[in-house]
């Protein structure tokens, strides 16, 4: 059974830091693309960033340069780490799995306001 279990979201001031970490059970290796989504209040969810099984990665234009995602084999475990967050990052962060089928985390909620 397939599991994706999220944590790091919070509360930080707009040009503060956080780290979302995204652990899969039983192991990344089976998945083609891992990443993360994002959903505001009022919008549809979209894709923030992903990475796959040979580690190219892809970013939405509006976090490049300030968002990083990495992912660890060994730990089976992907993170995003995010630096410059503005107001609009609000939302609440998903992670995503992908091979022949699609699997989301319960998500994380992340605010940034001062």
């Known amino acids: 059974q397939v599991q994706l279990v999220e944590s790091g979201g919070g509360l930080v001031q707009p040009g503060g830091s956080l780290r979302l970490s995204c652990a899969a059970s039983?192991?990344?290796?089976?998945?083609?693309?891992m990443g993360w989504y994002r959903q505001a209040p009022g919008k549809q969810r979209e894709l923030v960033a992903t990475?796959?099984?040979?580690?190219?990665?892809n970013y939405a234009d509006s976090v490049k340069g300030r968002f990083t995602l990495s992912r660890d084999n060994a730990k089976n475990t992907v993170y995003l780490q995010m630096n410059s967050l503005k107001p609009e990052d609000t939302a609440v962060y998903y992670c995503?799995?992908?091979?022949?089928?699609?699997?989301w985390g319960q998500g994380t909620q992340v605010t940034v306001s001062s």
């Open positions: 995503n799995a992908k091979n022949t089928l699609v699997y």
């Open positions: 039983p192991s990344i290796a089976r998945f083609y693309t």
């Open positions: 990475v796959t099984c040979g580690g190219s990665t």
